[in-house]
């Protein structure tokens, strides 16, 4: 039988403030750094709320399984300072060619939307709203990345999360569409 210690979830080891960066390096839970990959771990978990309203549309599941796996490159990334992550963890690999199917993916959704006129509220059906608040904290996130400052990270995870945001904004209004809920205009 297992040590029943090996598989407890708390370490204790966080208990006076602090964490783990993948380097070995301790920092303060409040350390921008932290905040950040943190912004991109609440992302995926309204991701993970997007999909539980999205049972129906299978194209966008599938989609969100594959970004929740791509955040988790984003976010070992952003707890890597050394940047040696990627080189030693094939997982946490993040390229163009992520910006680029998430753009093509952009592209796909818009011929399901009339045309953009007018600034429009948040809202809709369960899944678009869900998709826009989704959008909000990917923003959110985005701006903590970028708050680290120039060299802190891999210019790729900044216009990845960019790129994001964009398709989260776009599958909000397609999940209305496709629930007949109509937008409301600002």
């Known amino acids: 039988m297992a040590d029943s210690t090996s598989s407890r979830i708390y370490t204790k080891t966080g208990d006076a403030g602090d964490t783990g960066l993948f380097d070995g390096t301790r920092v303060q839970k409040s350390d921008a750094r932290v905040d ?35 955040l988790f490159a984003v976010g070992a990334r952003l707890a890597d300072p050394s940047h040696r992550i990627s080189e030693r963890v094939g997982k946490a690999l993040l390229s163009e060619s992520h910006v680029t199917a998430l753009e093509q993916r952009i592209d796909q959704f818009e011929l ?13 059906s369960e899944a678009g709203a869900t998709l826009h608040l989704a959008r909000a904290v990917c923003r959110r996130a985005e701006r903590r990345v970028v708050s680290l400052g120039s060299g802190a990270v891999d210019p790729v995870v900044i216009v990845y999360l960019n790129r994001l945001s964009d398709l989260l904004f776009v599958m909000a209004r397609v999940a209305n569409v496709r629930a007949g809920v109509a937008e409301i205009e600002w």
């Open 36 to 70: 950040a990959y943190g912004e991109v771990d609440e992302l995926s978990a309204c991701l993970g709320l997007a999909r539980a309203h999205l049972t129906a549309q299978p194209d966008m599941v599938d989609l969100l399984n594959g970004i929740q796996t791509t």
């Open 112 to 124: 399901e939307v009339p045309p953009l006129r007018r600034f429009i509220l948040a809202g809709g």
